[in-house]
T-cell receptor, first 112, second 113 residues
Framework: DADVTQTPRNRITKTGKRIMLECSQT?????MYWYRQDPGLGLRLIYY???????NKGEISDGYSVSRQAQAKFSLSLESAIPNQTALYFC???????????FGEGSRLTVL | SQKIEQNSEALNIQEGKTATLTCNYT??????LQWYRQDPGRGPVFLLL?????KEKRKERLKVTFDTTLKQSLFHITASQPADSATYLC????????????FGSGTQLTVLP
């Protein structure tokens, strides 16, 4: 089983709908991140959390919100999806004292 | 602002040759650079990390160099194989936290048999 699991893997929705992408991890890491990947652009940080009570905005947080339900779970929500939020979304974890990120397999979101 | 550029979007080489990918950055020198591999439809996988006080790092057929004068990191794959075909991402950070990690857009490497 994957250490970092994202659901759903693919989702097609319509403009204005609320969408939640979920991430769970079995690595026991406190630090979790949500990134967005668009063609020709690097991964961009949306939100990050260093523990259950610590949530921080990243570079491109507008239009997104997150919830850290437990150490192992970090969800990303789009309250009212718009077409330019069509992208590949990745969740990642990071161990203590380690720069290395462990990524999930990604959630491909299409907003029509 | 921080910026990181990878030399080309695509690189084709012949099997057995050494692939060299370039990562250039602007402004301040990062505390470290990371390299990841990403296969189509998959999440990035960590390969190597090199710190600013290190000139070179190796792992099996992989080698990363870090030149703070040129503001550049080179990523080498020796004796390349078709299985090495993937997109390779570099990322820089001024600290050990991924919250300040800036990713390049990647170089797609194709190793031809």
């Amino acid at each position: 089983d994957a250490d970092v699991t994202q659901t759903p893997r693919n989702r097609i929705t319509k403009t204005g709908k609320r969408i939640m992408l979920e991430c769970s991890q079995t690595k026991g890491h406190d630090r979790m991140y949500w990134y967005r990947q668009d063609p020709g652009l690097g991964l961009r940080l949306i939100y990050y959390s260093f523990d259950v009570k610590d949530i921080n905005k990243g570079e491109i947080s507008d239009g997104y919100s997150v919830s850290r339900q437990a150490q192992a779970k970090f969800s990303l929500s789009l309250e009212s999806a718009i077409p330019n939020q069509t992208a590949l979304y990745f969740c990642a974890t990071q161990g203590p004292g380690s720069g290395e990120l462990f990524f999930g397999e990604g959630s491909r979101l299409t907003v029509l | 602002s921080q910026k990181i550029e990878q030399n080309s979007e695509a690189l084709n080489i012949q099997e057995g040759k050494t692939a060299t990918l370039t990562c250039n950055y602007t402004n301040y020198s990062p505390a470290y650079l990371q390299w990841y591999r990403q296969d189509p439809g998959r999440g990035p996988v960590f390969l190597l990390l090199i710190r600013e006080n290190e000139k070179e790092k190796r792992k099996e057929r992989l080698k990363v160099t870090f030149d703070t004068t040129l503001k550049q990191s080179l990523f080498h794959i020796t004796a390349s194989q078709p299985a090495d075909s993937a997109t390779y991402l570099c990322a820089r950070s001024p600290s050990g936290s991924a919250r300040q990690l800036t990713f390049g857009s990647g170089t797609q490497l194709t190793v031809l048999p």
